[in-house]
Structure formats: structure tokens, C-alpha cells
């Protein structure tokens, strides 16, 4: 530059201020999915109007729509594009109801429309399976949150076969929803090709299937129409447990979370070219911290089975250390893409996310809950509040305190068996009065001479006449054996299934969990004391 300002002086030229033209700017590297536009799927399945799934055993006590509320409030917060979804049965249960059940889930179904409307769900699937309960096609048609089913309305004249959500970082998503009263695979596969050609045509870059087909089918709609990109699944079997990784077929990611609100599933996708869905699960936020928490229950668990002599934990442990080590790897993974380029193309991250009833809730969702529970308790007050009357020549309920009279070592086994706190959970729940939970919390409900709320001082918790079937005949007749004794001396699986179904009791199996009732003083001899 000094060169040519001399040159320009002898010249006689009045030099010219140099132009400096700064280097082009280098747009900052992409280093998370949710840097770019994107969409947060957070995706249910089968909720079936349940406030709050059962909890009796410990490993069922998640999620709960008030969690779920301050959750997505608190995610919210941090990425602006949340879209929560719903595939399966949204208000009505199939599990059979109890006595004077049929009032309280309705009401329940009632105060979950509402509170779909409060979570700001974006798009729940019309199900058939709630389209053919009594009450629940009138909620389906007042509700106030999107309905979507192609090619099957179910008389609810609301019903839209898709829509497109914008995300707040500027994704266009398509969401439509299959049911199987839409007709055959071969239909199927039609509507889905029709519905993916018209959302594209208004500009959707990733487009979801609701889909309440069976897993099956729902896999061979994503293999025979590609170009969807995530298939959200209803019809979600009962013992299902979370699935923690990421899965594709046919180009599609297949999102299946547990029934029940128990567990969400969540997908970030981001579109930053063409080609095939990579899995970038490493770039999700808080990845590092999940793969931890994931690795430190799983060491615990080998923990406790390695302490297990018998054959299925001995067999099962190389299982579980193979998981250990591809976590461990998974992990490192996400450590070194911490602050690194996202890669280009179509990425995604998978998570699987369970609310542990200790984590907090939104107080509006909750209030909610508080009268919903207020409600029922004293409508189911006015329902169940007296005993069913014993018929002549039946047995009829005695309770506990009869029994023990003459069976005082199984009085003294029983005592420190968990049956007998059955009534304690419920409690510190506060569902005393749900008939939800009551019934398989207390002895004989709603049976000749069995439970009510009336006479709960004798009858709470799951006592001997549970199992072992009303006493009074037994009682009059107290030496008789077999058949004649009136009794169920060995209660048979289906009298456990009553309450350990796989809604309550996933883990549950009779052949593995009767052997350990026979104990001293319940089945086997009383142990004698050493002199």
C-alpha cells in the first residue's frame, strides 16, 4: 500500500483511501440438533386417560400427566420446537373395569380431555378403540385438541386427515394418522402414499404416521411407501418395556413408547440435506448425563445378579454386560461430538424418557388431578359404600382376624408378608378412594360379605380371603379336606392374575412368584424355636 500511495505522489495524483475488504464470514459450526431447524417429536402411546400409571412395584412408579406437564414446560423452555404427538387409545382403557368402575373412568376420561388441551398435545391418532366405549365418541367430539385419521372419521365430525405444525425454529412437519378401521393393508399403504404426496405438496420436510395399525403392518406401511420419516405407534402391548435406542425400517424411525404415560419417546430430527436418516444421538443434548445414569443402574442391577445362583440371571448375565460395554462405548461417542460439527445430511437423535414419581409437577395439571380425585372420591363414596349381601348357602367373607383365631402361625407369616401393606400404598398415594386402585388393595371388593368403604376397619388390606377364597363355609366346616373343604388350599394362577396383570405387575409370573408363599408357617410346617 505504501508503494502505491508514492506512486500516485510523484504522479501528481491525489491519492485514494486503500478499500480493505473484510474475508467473507464463516457461518458458526452446527454442534447440536437442536442448533439448527428442527423438531422435538415427543411422542405417547396408548395413554388411554390414565392420570397416573399404577406404581405397586417400584419399577412402575413414572411418569403421570403432572409431571409430564412440568417437564414439557421445562423442555419447552429450552427448545422451541416441541411437538407432542399421540398414537393408540387416548381416553379409554382396556383393561376391564371393577364394580361401579364404569362412573369414575368416564370422569377420568372427561378431565384428561382437558388436560390434553393444557399440555398442548398437536396431534392425537382417532382410535376405534375409543371410538367403541359408551361416553367416550361425545369427549372425542367436544375435545379442543387435533383429532387426525384418514380414511376413518368414526362419526366425529372434528376429524382432520392430517395437518402441518411449524416448528419455532422454522421445520415444517406433517402429521397424519391411520386406523385400522380404514380398511386392509392394501388401503393402508394407499392413504399413506395419498396423505405423504399432499403434505409434501404444502411443504412439510419431515412427515409422521400416527399409525394405530399393529406393528406389523405398521412396518410394512414404512417399507412400502418411502419418504416417511418417523412412525409414531399405537396398539402398544400391555408388558412392554421402554426401548432405549433408536430404530429404523424401511427409512423410518419407529417410535413405541410404553402404555400409559409411563415413559415418553422423543426424536429430534434435523434436516440439513438429502439421503437417509443418520442417527446422531450423541449430538442430543444432556446425552452424556442420560448414558451415565443408564450406566450406573445397569452396574447396580449386575450388581445384585451376579448374586442370583439361578440359571435364567446366569444366563442372562452376558446379556447384560454386552449392554454394559455398548453403553460405555456409546458414551464416549458422545463425549468427543461435544462441541464438534454436526454431521450434514438428515440427523436424528433418539431418547426414552421415564419421570420418576419424585420429579416435580405442574401446578396447574395438578390442580386438575386434586379435583378430579375430589370428585370421584365422593361419587365412589356413594357407590361402593355398603357390602354386597350374602346369599344363602355361599360363602361369605369373615376376615382376617377369624382366620387368625385358628391359623395363628400363617397370622404371624402374613404379617410380614407385602401383601399386607397393600392398603399402605394407597395411602401415602392418597387413591383411597379410587376405585382404580381399591380393588386389588383390600379383600373381596364388592362380593357377598366382602369389602366396601363402610368396612375397611376390617377388610383392608390383601388378606388370607383373598387368595384363599370367603371363609365362612370353611369356618363351619373346619376339618374338611379337598374339594368339600371349602377352601382354596393352593389358589391357582387366575387368582393371582386378578390383580397381577401386566398393567400392574409386568414382571409378574406365577410359576416364579407361588414358590416363595410357601413358607414356615404358611404352607410348610412352622418352624420350631431352639430350646
Not at 429430534?268 to 449430538?283: F, H, I, K, N
Not at 463425549?335 to 450434514?344: D, N, R, S, W, Y
Amino acid at each position: 500500500m505504501l508503494f502505491v500511495a508514492s506512486l500516485a505522489a510523484c504522479c501528481g495524483k491525489q491519492s485514494q483511501p486503500a478499500v480493505v475488504v473484510p474475508p467473507p464470514k464463516t457461518a458458526p459450526a452446527v454442534t447440536s440438533l437442536t442448533a439448527a431447524p428442527h423438531v422435538t417429536l415427543v411422542a405417547l402411546s396408548d395413554w388411554q386417560g390414565v392420570i397416573k400409571p399404577c406404581g405397586c412395584t417400584e419399577e412402575l412408579q413414572r411418569g403421570g400427566v403432572e409431571r409430564i406437564g412440568a417437564w414439557l414446560k421445562k423442555l419447552r423452555s429450552k427448545d422451541d420446537s416441541v411437538v407432542l404427538v399421540h398414537a393408540g387409545a387416548v381416553l379409554a382403557e382396556d383393561e376391564p373395569a371393577h364394580a361401579g368402575q364404569e362412573a369414575q373412568r368416564l370422569q377420568r376420561a372427561a378431565t384428561f380431555s382437558k388436560i390434553l388441551t393444557l399440555l398442548d398435545v398437536a396431534a392425537v391418532a382417532l382410535s376405534s378403540a375409543d371410538v367403541a366405549r359408551d361416553g367416550i365418541a361425545k369427549l372425542l367430539g367436544a375435545g379442543r385438541w387435533p383429532l387426525l385419521g384418514a380414511g376413518y372419521d368414526g362419526g366425529i365430525k372434528r376429524t382432520i386427515a392430517h395437518r402441518i405444525v411449524t416448528t419455532g425454529s422454522g421445520l415444517k412437519v406433517g402429521i397424519f394418522a391411520i386406523d385400522p378401521k380404514a380398511g386392509d393393508l392394501a388401503r393402508y399403504k394407499a392413504i399413506a402414499a395419498d396423505q405423504l404426496k399432499a403434505l409434501r405438496g404444502q411443504g412439510a420436510q419431515v412427515v409422521v404416521l400416527l399409525s394405530n395399525l399393529s406393528m406389523r403392518n405398521s412396518r410394512r406401511v414404512a417399507r412400502a411407501v418411502p419418504g416417511i420419516d418417523a412412525v409414531v405407534l399405537g396398539r402398544v402391548p400391555p408388558k412392554t418395556e421402554p426401548v432405549e435406542e433408536g430404530e429404523q425400517d424401511g427409512g423410518a424411525w419407529m417410535l413405541m413408547a410404553p402404555r400409559h404415560g409411563a415413559y415418553m419417546a422423543t426424536l429430534t430430527l434435523t434436516v440439513r440435506g438429502d439421503g437417509p436418516w443418520q442417527d446422531a444421538s450423541a449430538w442430543l443434548p444432556g446425552a452424556v448425563t442420560r448414558l451415565n445414569a443408564r450406566i450406573s443402574g445397569l452396574k447396580a442391577d449386575l450388581k445384585r445378579y451376579r448374586k442370583d445362583s439361578s440359571v435364567a440371571t446366569r444366563r442372562a448375565l452376558p446379556f447384560f454386560e454386552r449392554q454394559l460395554r455398548e453403553l460405555v462405548r456409546a458414551r464416549k461417542r458422545a463425549q468427543q461430538a461435544h462441541g464438534q460439527p454436526l454431521p450434514k445430511g438428515r440427523v436424528g437423535g433418539y431418547a426414552s424418557v421415564g419421570l420418576a414419581w419424585s420429579e416435580p409437577t405442574d401446578p396447574a395439571v395438578q390442580a386438575m388431578v386434586k379435583a378430579y380425585d375430589a370428585k370421584v372420591g365422593a361419587m365412589n363414596l356413594k357407590i361402593a359404600a355398603k357390602p354386597l349381601p350374602g346369599e344363602p348357602g355361599k360363602a361369605v367373607y369373615v376376615g382376617e382376624a377369624v382366620c387368625t383365631s385358628c391359623h395363628a402361625d400363617a397370622g404371624k407369616w402374613a404379617a410380614h408378608d407385602k401383601h399386607h401393606h397393600a392398603w399402605e400404598t394407597l395411602i401415602k398415594a392418597g387413591k383411597t378412594k379410587d376405585l382404580d386402585c381399591v380393588p386389588c388393595h383390600v379383600t373381596g371388593w364388592q362380593k357377598p360379605g366382602g369389602s366396601a368403604f363402610d368396612n375397611l376397619d376390617r377388610f383392608a388390606r390383601v388378606q388370607c380371603e383373598a387368595c384363599h377364597g370367603p371363609g365362612s363355609l370353611h369356618l363351619s366346616a373346619p376339618k374338611k379336606s379337598g374339594p368339600d373343604s371349602h377352601i382354596n388350599r393352593r389358589p391357582p394362577a387366575s387368582v393371582c392374575n386378578q390383580c397381577h396383570t401386566p398393567e400392574h405387575a409386568p414382571r409378574f409370573s406365577y410359576r416364579d412368584y407361588a414358590p416363595r408363599l410357601r413358607a414356615p408357617g404358611h404352607g410348610m410346617p412352622a418352624m420350631k424355636k431352639k430350646k
